[in-house]
């Protein structure tokens, strides 16, 4: 097969295109954020112009097209799919629809027709639905989901009698359904179908895109960065398919069966072999070419009738390239392309982790590529460029100069401005798991220890953190090089805490002599920082296509979200929330589970979130609610709703943080009785598979559920004496020490269960916290006595002892709900994770000084 190149742009869209078709040969039909749908002639057209109508406008975003034949209209309808929830449909030359279909109550984001002309439809709405030109037949559910991708299969030959379909939706599933014919008819209400055919399990988030191979395969592409093909009779995943680096929007197939192509996030469409026929086991197949775009997103993607590409892009172009000599652009204007492509900007955050210090030079160029589609960062002129190799061409194209680095920003006058202020250099800080990488802003005149601390307070990381930070900030801004800036670091240097208005921490350089008590924990910690520009950013992207937008006025009150906005504003940004966030599938909301877990500082933002219609909807959209209900549902969640949970739990922490102090004797905030009740029936099922397995590797989930014990352990001790206002109005308060013990214990078990790397796996605030956790929990449940004797610490001991063994699972069996009936047994298991983190080289002295604390405390 030739390679493909450039061969023309389409434009006249003035926004994102979100969904392309080839409705006939030389027809192309595509949709719009600008809420139009366009046909283009692209037969026989000759140069960089192609004729194009515009038909009416919708009244909201179009984001699906497809082709359906009609017996109604000769040469068939051109359907269109809305952000408010109507499906038109459109005649060839006629600009105003001939019909509209109203039913769903979501966007519908994918149609599709069989030869017939049964229309099937697919919306957030969680279902698909059967249409005969403008009359609904039948409605597939899948509750608690949205449906991203609908196609018809072909019937079966020994099932004429049925239609069978296949569904891709949020949950990473694939349904397929065998829908009987006779239970389609106009004559009656819509039938209803709520069980599946069988349901094909691989991909790891929302399924977008479905295309039918032949009667037996089917392709599908996820947001897990993958595409799969499924044998439809046995359910298998017969090949897989690796390359792109992020969501994967649409696949279309060639109509010759030569190959298929995809298109992400990650700014290219990729051309991939037809699997083999007869191939047992499952195939992993390489891209046989990638196709860089100057934009940030390919939306959609369809193969032409005569297999040339025709790819939507975010930047409102549609463009087309073609493996025909006959048909590809001139030369001049693929050099022309190419000079766009090589001046467009990649973002450094969509590379991953790069090495700035360590990059090669224009030589690394001379080396070919290892694998189509490879990227290679260099430095070029001072600067840092992005390329990637071309199997068919034998090079390295340039796709675009890298930004968001500091060699970017940090050049002659071109300083950054970073929230209202210029500086020399912001980097780009990882995290980790499925958070974006955040920023921190440098000045080389500044004391790098300062903004270090800086960086620690405003996003909550652990102090130990502090010497890392400012060597990292010292060696990328090249303070450790000679020429470099001097900065004095004096008695008098200070620092204001953002945030609280808490002056700065200084290391002490004098030795201590023993390291602070690291229980029983008096104060609690909250998870507060937010990345606002980001959050901001994806919630306007989203609400263009949520079911439920929020107002403007809304979206101005994000933007001006800060610790001094009044209590009035919090509460309305929070009603409006909670007003919209049931309506949101979890792949769009978790930007409001973000903004949500920062305004419970505000009282009677607090109050409304946690009001019991409130939070049960929160559980509800996290797909908390199910775990809930049954732990086995968690193997179901997706990442995306993993995400939401994280969110939920750092909520709750930061709940116990503002509204624990608050409560008197006459007020019990609802979200300790919530948080409290919670802990019992939903956090507690975290410590035991197969729920604790959703979190495993997972760095921020980690954090924030061991946050979460800790703070809970924290307000056990405080309040579970007698006396407390607390104790007294909520009883329940009184057991939670002991809850506490069990999850700390059952944690520290499951993050040590591979204990030669779980050093490496979480940051050092899991194993604190957690160690924390349990020595506040033990001392609480089971107290000192006032007057100690050796034979009442010995028997304190045991007691202690016994109550962590029994918290525990059984020796061998590590992982399951089992109760240790020895707990010896059960005891020596802690013990001997204890000593892991007591002798632990490669973890944080506050880490090893808390299990040796604890060793100290419990045994002999």
Same mark, same amino acid.
């Not at 349990?774 to 007691?799: F, H, N, W």
């Given at each position: ?629 049954? #732990? +086995? ?6 990442? =995306?709703?993993?995400?939401? !949970?994280? %969110? &939920?739990?750092?909520?709750? $922490? *930061? ?14 905030? #609802? +979200? ?6 919670? =802990?019992?029936?939903?956090? !507690?099922? %975290? &410590?035991?598979?197969?729920? $604790? *397995? ?167």
């Amino acid at each position: 097969m030739e390679a493909f190149k450039f061969r023309s742009e389409l434009i006249g869209h003035t926004s994102d295109v979100r969904g392309i078709c080839c409705p006939r040969d030389g027809l192309l039909a595509s949709v719009s954020r600008d809420m139009t749908m366009r046909t283009w002639d692209i037969e026989g057209a000759s140069g960089q112009t192609f004729p194009t109508m515009e038909f009416a406008k919708h009244s909201k975003y179009v984001t699906s097209v497809s082709f359906c034949p009609s017996s109604h209209f000769s040469n068939g309808l051109i359907l269109t799919g809305s952000n408010d929830n109507l499906i038109r449909g459109f005649i060839e030359g006629q600009l105003d629809p001939v019909f509209s279909l109203n039913g769903h109550t979501g966007t519908v984001c994918s149609l599709d027709c069989d030869s017939s002309g049964i229309i099937l439809s697919g919306s957030w709405d969680s279902t698909a639905r059967f249409w005969d030109f403008d009359t609904c037949l039948g409605i597939i559910q899948r509750p608690d989901t949205s449906i991203w991708s609908v196609v018809f299969l072909l019937s079966s030959d020994t099932r004429p009698d049925e239609y069978l379909v296949a569904t891709g939706s949020s949950d990473a599933c694939i349904c397929i359904w065998n829908i009987p014919k006779s239970s389609l008819t106009k004559t009656s209400p819509p039938a209803e179908f709520k069980t599946p055919l069988k349901i094909l399990r691989g991909h790891t988030d929302c399924v977008r895109s479905l295309a039918l191979l032949d009667r037996n395969r089917l392709l599908s592409s996820s947001n897990d960065a993958s595409i799969r093909c499924w044998c439809i009779e046995s359910g298998a995943c017969i090949a897989e398919f690796y390359g792109h680096t992020s969501f994967v929007y649409s696949i279309a197939i060639d109509p010759a069966r030569q190959f298929f192509v995809s298109a992400g996030e990650d700014r290219s469409v990729r051309v991939w072999p037809i699997p083999e026929l007869g191939r047992s086991g499952s195939q992993q197949l390489k891209c046989l070419q990638t196709l860089p775009l100057p934009c940030q997103t390919a939306w959609c993607v369809t193969v032409t009738f005569d297999s040339d590409i025709a790819v939507g892009c975010s930047d409102s172009k549609i463009r087309l390239f073609s493996n025909n000599p006959k048909t590809q652009a001139p030369l001049a204007a693929i050099e022309t392309y190419e000079a766009e492509l090589a001046s467009s900007q990649v973002s450094a955050e969509s590379l991953g982790e790069i090495e700035k210090h360590n990059l090669p030079g224009v030589e690394a160029l001379a080396i070919p590529g290892r694998s189509e589609g490879e990227v290679k960062v260099i430095r070029e002129n001072g600067a840092l460029v992005c390329y990637q190799w071309s199997t068919s061409a034998s090079q390295w194209l340039k796709v675009g100069d890298v930004i968001g680095s500091a060699d970017h920003t940090a050049t002659g006058s071109n300083r950054t401005l970073f929230e209202g202020k210029e500086y020399d250099y912001v980097f780009s800080v990882d995290l980790g798991d499925n958070i974006r990488p955040v920023k921190l802003p440098f000045n080389k005149t500044e004391d790098p220890w300062m903004a270090a601390q800086l960086f620690i307070y405003k996003h909550n990381l652990s102090q130990d953190y502090l010497d890392q930070i400012a060597k990292f900030i010292i060696t990328q801004a090249g303070l450790d090089k000679p020429g470099a800036p001097v900065v004095s670091v004096g008695a008098d240097s200070s620092l204001v805490d953002p945030f609280t208005g808490g002056g700065r921490y200084v290391p002490s350089s004098g030795y201590k002599s023993s390291s602070p008590p690291c229980f029983p924990s008096t104060e609690y910690i909250s998870i507060e920082s937010i990345g606002l520009e980001m959050v901001l950013n994806k919630v306007n992207c989203f609400n263009e296509t949520a079911p439920k937008p929020l107002s403007k006025s809304s979206l101005n009150l994000i933007s001006q979200l800060n610790p001094g906005m009044s209590e009035e504003n919090a509460l309305t940004l929070t009603e409006s929330i909670l007003e919209v966030i049931g309506e949101w599938p979890s792949d769009i909301a978790f930007p409001l589970f973000d903004l949500l877990r920062c305004l419970v500082r505000w009282k009677r933002a607090s109050e409304a979130i946690f009001k019991p219609s409130a939070f049960s909807k929160l559980l509800h959209s996290s797909g908390l609610s199910k775990v809930e209900t049954d #732990a +086995s549902a968690a193997k179901l969640l997706t990442n =995306t709703e993993v995400t939401c !949970s994280l %969110f &939920v739990f750092r909520l709750m $922490v *930061n709940a116990i943080f503002f509204d624990a102090p608050r409560a008197t004797s006459t007020f019990i905030p #609802a +979200s300790i009785s919530c948080v409290v009740e919670k =802990t019992a029936t939903l956090v !507690s099922k %975290f &410590v035991d598979p197969p729920v $604790v *397995n959703v979190l495993e590797k997972k760095k921020h989930p980690m954090v924030a559920l061991a946050s979460l014990v800790y703070n809970l352990a924290t307000l056990a001790h405080l309040h579970s004496n007698e006396h407390s206002s607390l104790s007294s109005s909520l009883p329940a308060i009184r057991g939670l020490a002991g809850l506490c013990v069990r999850m700390a214990s059952r944690l520290l078990i499951f993050n040590a269960t591979q204990v030669t790397s779980s050093a490496l796996v979480y940051p050092p605030e899991v194993p604190q916290r957690l160690l924390a956790a349990l020595g506040t929990s033990v001392v609480t449940a089971i107290p000192s006595p006032s007057t100690a004797t050796s034979q009442t610490e010995a028997d304190l001991r045991m007691k202690r002892t016994a109550l962590i063994g029994n918290a525990v699972p059984v020796q061998g069996d590590v992982g399951t709900s089992s109760v240790n009936n020895d707990a010896v047994i059960g005891w020596e298991q802690v013990a001997e994770i204890l000593h892991y983190w007591k002798d632990c080289k490669v973890i944080e002295k506050s880490v090893r000084d808390c299990a040796d604390q604890l060793l100290k405390m419990l045994a002999a």
